[in-house]
């Protein structure tokens, strides 16, 4: 109860967004970003669900990054920060080279409530049955 209630009021409740790793949503393995081309040097992190696509809007890192498959020296290429980040390749993948990586996802949101309804069901020990949250665009 401390836990979250202390995080509840550092944030100002609703007011303060905040980046949240979903349980079982958060890890991404073999991620295909896109096809090269020659020239294009910067790949969106996006996750796959079945034939659906969505933007990355945060990670929590970029463990690796493919061409084809094979894994890539970390010299070769780096991840902006911030809302929607990118892998950046030193050089660009090669027409037809496809490009995927893996990475842990983070979602931006907020609370979705100003007040969080604690119960005291025994003396001194409490329970909280939702926490509802919101996602947030920047």
Same mark, same amino acid.
């Given at each position: 109860?401390?836990?979250? #209630?202390?995080?509840?009021?550092?944030?100002?409740?609703? #007011?303060?967004? +905040? @980046?949240?790793?979903?349980?079982?949503?958060?890890?991404?393995?073999?991620?295909?970003?896109?096809?090269?081309?020659?020239?294009?040097?910067? +790949?969106?992190?996006?996750?796959?669900?079945?034939?659906?696509?969505?933007? #990355?809007?945060?990670?929590?890192?970029?463990?690796?990054?493919?061409?084809?498959?094979?894994?890539?020296?970390?010299?070769? @290429?780096?991840?902006?920060?911030?809302?929607?980040?990118?892998?950046?390749?030193?050089?660009?993948?090669?027409?037809?080279?496809?490009?995927?990586?893996? !990475?842990?996802?983070? @979602?931006?949101?907020? !609370? #979705?409530?100003?007040?969080?309804?604690?119960?005291? !069901? /025994?003396? /001194?020990? !409490?329970?909280?049955?939702?926490?509802?949250?919101?996602?947030?665009?920047?």
């Amino acid at each position: 109860m401390q836990a979250i #209630a202390g995080f509840f009021e550092q944030i100002s409740g609703a #007011a303060t967004p +905040f @980046w949240v790793a979903p349980p079982g949503l958060s890890n991404v393995t073999g991620q295909i970003l896109g096809v090269g081309h020659g020239s294009t040097t910067t +790949f969106p992190l996006a996750r796959s669900f079945g034939t659906y696509a969505e933007p #990355a809007a945060g990670t929590s890192g970029v463990s690796a990054a493919y061409e084809n498959g094979v894994a890539l020296s970390g010299s070769l @290429w780096s991840v902006t920060s911030g809302y929607a980040p990118q892998i950046v390749f030193a050089t660009a993948p090669a027409a037809g080279v496809v490009v995927s990586a893996d !990475f842990g996802v983070l @979602w931006l949101c907020r !609370f #979705a409530d100003d007040a969080l309804d604690f119960e005291e !069901f /025994m003396a /001194m020990l !409490f329970t909280l049955g939702v926490v509802k949250l919101t996602t947030v665009t920047p």
